[in-house]
């Protein structure tokens, strides 16, 4: 093949640092593939970088904090850069970016440019301008206009491993009164059915098996079908399930009340759904649920639940949990601890309650001390591992099929996950290499709390 110019161009350093939930990291990819074209190739250290993008999390006070510490270490090198004639550019990029906007200027002025969660397609226009006497903006881009991202992304020619994020919806209608997502992701938008199955083809031709469907509602989702119809998650199931190739599906996260009957039919019917279902519920109390705006409560979850069970029994489930929310008593606590128990959960994740500036509950008075919140927290983590150590340990002596995605710590250990989202290692030895980025089938030998341990079957009778 003959020389192509781009490969003798020298590539311009970028390094994208991705803070909060999974829709950041699917965006921070779109990112790459979008500085892709003026000469951008990633790097895991910004140092000597030609270009920082930090995409950023508002979810709770600690992740948005991190953003602007981490910011000035990144100036110290900027300065440095100058100084030996270079440039870097700063791009500060996702929800703190949406949320504070021009302040982020103000506060770290160094900063170059600020993109929101929808508007970082227009990175390339607003570099354009930066040199200009007055940048387009100030530098600033917030729109929110989710079809303009996806109409004007390029398509994505990076390589990929095994499994792949695709963002079916964005944003949130729901105002839990806790969540900043409404504010810093916009109005809930599903894209239409036939720009996700265009991606996903695109992802398995790629050698993507493994495709996890993104959105802060995925179970909202109610996009344009190809024939004018309007299409529920079971549909886009349907049809990515006819995708040869493709061997899993997976979706993430789900509200309890946008649950309905054909999702939770589809863990029965759709043999490439897997059976995982992360389904956040945040507390057992109908009263804190109440205050919460969650629009369900403690039984109907139950109920649901309960469902999905019945349609697939060995399905893993998953949730969120705050603790600590304004005015939640011991009462209220013990009724999440008694929803846990009754539940099960496979995995889960855990937050003290956040105030955050602008939502309604950061209103309200914050009356609960430090320690309790931290002893609640405590006690339900503790639940919650045993849950995920019984659950795992439970996976000792069945044979299930794994998705080998990367090398483990040690010569030969791979690293993969279960049907059921675990991760499992195995170690294996000189072959190591033929199993990566395959589904194979291995014998859960050993689990803990975090993983599992596998050997292929018959391998200890051979060995
Ligand atoms: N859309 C998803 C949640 C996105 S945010 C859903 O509704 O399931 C992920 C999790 O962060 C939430 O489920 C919640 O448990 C937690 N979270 C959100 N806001 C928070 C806050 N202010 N303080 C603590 N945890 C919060
Ligand atoms: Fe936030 Fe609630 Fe929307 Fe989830 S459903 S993103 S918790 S407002
Ligand atoms: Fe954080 Fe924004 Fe995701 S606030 S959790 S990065 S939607």
């Known amino acids: 093949m003959p020389q192509t110019e781009t490969k003798s161009r020298p590539l311009k350093k970028l390094h994208i640092k991705t803070y909060g939930c999974q829709m950041n990291v699917y965006d921070s990819e779109r990112i790459g593939d979008v500085l892709l074209p003026l000469g951008y190739a990633e790097a895991p250290e910004y140092q000597n970088a030609d270009m920082v993008v930090l995409n950023t999390c508002h979810i709770r006070e600690k992740a948005a904090e991190k953003v602007y510490s981490e910011l000035g270490r990144i100036n110290e090198e900027k300065l440095r850069l100058k100084e030996e004639g270079k440039r870097m550019i ?29 508007s970082y397609q227009r990175l390339p226009k607003l570099m354009e301008n930066l040199d200009a006497a007055k940048p387009a903006n100030n530098g600033v881009m917030l729109d929110f206009a989710a079809e303009d991202k996806f109409d004007n992304l390029p398509t994505s020619t990076q390589s990929k491993g095994a499994t792949a994020f695709l963002t079916i ?11 900043v997502v409404p504010y810093t992701r916009g109005a809930e ?15 398995v031709d790629q050698g993507v098996l493994d495709i996890t469907l993104l959105g802060q509602n ?18 886009l199931m349907r049809a990515l399930s006819e995708i040869e190739g493709l061997v899993r599906i997976r979706y993430t996260t789900s509200h309890p009340q946008d649950v309905d009957a054909e ?53 893993a489930f998953s949730s969120d949990f705050i603790v600590g929310y304004p005015g939640e008593t011991d009462k209220d606590f013990q009724e999440t601890l008694k929803l846990v128990g009754e539940i099960g959960y496979g995995s889960a994740y855990s937050f003290i309650y956040s105030p955050r500036p602008g939502t309604p509950a950061a209103m309200k008075d914050d009356t609960i001390p430090m320690a309790e919140k931290k002893a609640r927290l405590q006690e339900l983590q503790s639940l919650l591992q045993q849950q995920q150590t019984d659950l795992h340990r439970a996976m000792i002596g069945q044979t299930i099929p794994v998705l080998f995605v990367r090398e483990g710590k040690y010569e030969g250990h791979i690293t993969g996950y279960s049907p059921y989202q675990q991760p499992v290692f195995m170690n294996a030895g000189a ?12 014998q859960i030998t050993d689990a803990n709390m975090r993983y599992l341990e596998g050997i292929l079957p018959g391998a200890a009778e051979t060995a």
């Open 263 to 315: 999702q939770i039919a589809m863990h029965r019917d759709l043999p490439k759904v897997m059976p995982y279902l992360h389904l956040p519920v945040q507390s057992g109390s109908d009263s804190i649920l109440k205050a919460m705006n969650r629009k369900h409560t403690a039984d109907s979850y139950r109920r649901t639940m309960e469902q999905f069970r019945k349609a697939r029994p060995d399905i």
């Open 90 to 118: 700063i791009a500060v990029a996702g929800c703190v970016a949406q949320a504070e906007g021009d302040e982020i200027k103000r506060r770290a002025p160094y900063v170059d440019l600020v993109v929101g969660p929808q």
């Open 189 to 203: 938008f599903s894209r239409p059915a036939q720009a996700i199955i265009d991606e996903a083809k695109q992802l």
């Open 169 to 179: 919806q964005e944003g949130c209608d729901k105002f839990c009164h806790f969540c």
């Open 431 to 442: 072959q190591a290499a033929s199993y990566m980025n395959r589904i194979v089938e291995v």
């Open 218 to 235: 995925v179970n909202a989702y109610h996009g344009t079908g190809p024939y004018g119809d309007t299409w529920n998650l079971a549909s």
